[in-house]
C-alpha cells in the first residue's frame, strides 16, 4: 500500500483534531538493549520489547511521559504506563517521511527513556515543544512497518493488556527488587524509581535514536555512540547517565 505524504503544522494539525487531542510525534528504534526502565539485564533487552503480544509495544518516551512527577529517579514515574496510538496519518515534517495509514491505532507501553539531550530534533525537555511544534514523543522499539513512519500520532493513558502487565513484572522496578508494590500493571504505590538502602541500581540510558527511514538531515545527535551506558551505583545517587565521550 502506498501512502500520500501529508505535512500540517502542529497547531493546525491540532485544531483539525480537536483542541483536547494530545499529539506526539514518534519515531523507531531497535537496537536490541536494555531501557531505562530496566526491562532487561546485560546481555540485553528480554524478547517481549520487540512484541508483547498482538498490537502491543514498548517504547520510549519524552521525558515529561516517562517521568511526568519531574522525580529523575532512574526508573521513572511514567514507567509500565500503557498509551494508546492512533495515528494521524500525517508525518513529522516534509523531509520526516510518508506518514502512514490514518486511523490505525496500537498498544505501547514504557519502558525506556528518549533523553532531550541528543534527541532534540523529537524528544523535548518538560514544558517545551520540539523543533516540529509537539511536547511529546514515542519512540517505538521495532520497525517503520508497525506504524508508519515517524507519523504524528493522538495518543490516551490507558489500561495495559494483562498479558503487558504480567510481563512487566520482569523488570528491574519489580517490587521484590525495588522495594515497590505494582499496581494494575501500569501503576506504581510511593512512585517509580524508590529503593532501598544501599540497594544497587543498573542505570541504562538509551542513545540517541534515529528516525527510521527519515528523508533530509538526520537528528543532532550527542558525541556519543547509540545505544546506553549501564553501570551499577549506590541506590542514594542513583540517577540518570548520559553515554560517555
Known sequence: MRFTTRVLGAAALTNTMGALAALATTTHYSDGLQGACGCGNNAGTFDWQYGITSGVYTAAASQSLFDGGGMEHWCGSGC????????????????????????????????NLCPFVGNEQWCPQPGQLNPHGYANHFDIMGGAGVFGDNVVVEFEETPCPGDAGMKWKTCECHPDLKGKELVDGDGHEGG?????????????????????????????????????????????????????V
Open 80 to 111: 509500565g504506563k500503557c498509551y494508546r496510538l492512533t495515528s494521524t496519518g500525517v508525518s513529522s515534517c516534509e523531509t520526516c517521511g510518508d506518514g502512514g495509514e490514518g486511523g490505525k491505532s496500537i498498544t505501547v507501553m514504557v519502558t
Open 192 to 244: 517509580a524509581g524508590v529503593v532501598g538502602p544501599g540497594e544497587a541500581a543498573v542505570i541504562s540510558v538509551k542513545g540517541a535514536p534515529m528516525p527510521a527511514e527519515a528523508k533530509g538531515p538526520a537528528p543532532v545527535v550527542a558525541a556519543a555512540p547509540d545505544g546506553f551506558v549501564t553501570v551499577a551505583k549506590p541506590a542514594e545517587t542513583a540517577a540518570l547517565v548520559q553515554p560517555a
